[in-house]
């Protein structure tokens, strides 16, 4: 693949409307770019492959993505989060006449990430600085497919994004088979997940989880992927071996065992 001309991402750390940003050149890739926000890791940018995502949980994401839209190139996609916009510019590359909305709330982080790195320009991918709760709300209903919300302040979710009122906000922005997928954060207690499990189950037929082994068993802090949908979830068999055979290989639950990891969890509300 040829080397990307153009802006090029500048090494340093520089002033953001939420405290500071840092870009630092991926050390295993020539054309690899890993941003930090208020020194947590938030994104990573292979210039030269768009489809290439460093983080696992958002290869997770994406083979859910995939294996759901597999037979057309249209996806409407809003992004709950923005960093780097790794996952947009991947959805961009994959499929052909995606159209996105990334939300982010920093407005001078939204400004240097359009400058240093090449995203897809409006209608493809459209950035919309402004708080994630109160842009969702404003959205026509069934105006999108594909809800993730990805969304930290340091290592955690803001509260209002928790809550069965955002879920229910959420689904209402969602076509009727739509997808809503949150990034949970979570320690070995898992308590937080169960949580969104619970809150996610109550607005929506359908739901699944995707994490490593690891995480599921309560040994470790890292990502719980969780998702909602009113059509069936995760039933797709190359899904399950696409997940299996990844670096950091995951399981895939489907409803009737998210329900039951859930069991008894308190519905988050406002």
Not at 38 to 67: Q, T
Not at 197 to 224: C, Q, S, W
């Amino acid at each position: 693949m040829p080397r990307p001309t153009g802006p090029r991402p500048e090494i340093g750390e520089f002033a953001i409307d939420t405290g500071t940003c840092e870009l630092e050149p991926d050390p295993y890739a020539a054309d690899g770019w890993v941003l930090r926000i208020n020194g947590v890791p938030s994104s990573h940018i292979d210039l030269a492959d768009p489809l290439r995502l460093d983080f696992e949980y958002m290869r997770w994401i994406a083979s859910l993505v995939d294996s759901r839209w597999a037979s057309t190139d249209r996806l409407r996609a809003l992004h709950l989060g923005g960093g780097a916009c790794s996952l947009a510019r991947r959805f961009a590359a994959s499929h052909a006449q995606a159209r996105q909305v990334v939300v982010e709330l920093d407005g001078r982080l939204a400004e240097l990430v359009r400058g240093w790195f090449d995203l897809p320009r409006a209608p493809l991918v459209r950035i919309r600085v402004g708080e994630a709760r109160a842009v969702t709300e404003t959205l026509s209903e069934g105006s999108r497919d594909l809800i993730i919300r990805d969304v930290f302040a340091g290592a955690v979710t803001p509260a209002p994004l928790l809550t069965v009122e955002f879920a229910r906000a959420a689904k209402r922005v969602l076509a009727d088979d739509g997808v809503y997928v949150v990034n949970c954060g979570d320690g070995p207690s898992l308590a937080l997940a169960k949580c969104e499990a619970a809150t996610i189950g109550a607005e929506f037929a359908h739901t699944a989880i995707i994490a490593d082994p690891a995480m599921l068993k309560g040994r470790r802090y890292g990502n719980v992927i969780i998702a909602g949908s009113d059509a069936p979830l995760g039933e797709d068999p190359a899904l399950v071996r696409e997940l299996l055979g990844g670096g950091v290989p995951a399981q895939l639950w489907q409803d009737a065992r998210v329900r039951a990891f859930a069991a008894g969890a308190q519905v988050l509300t406002d």
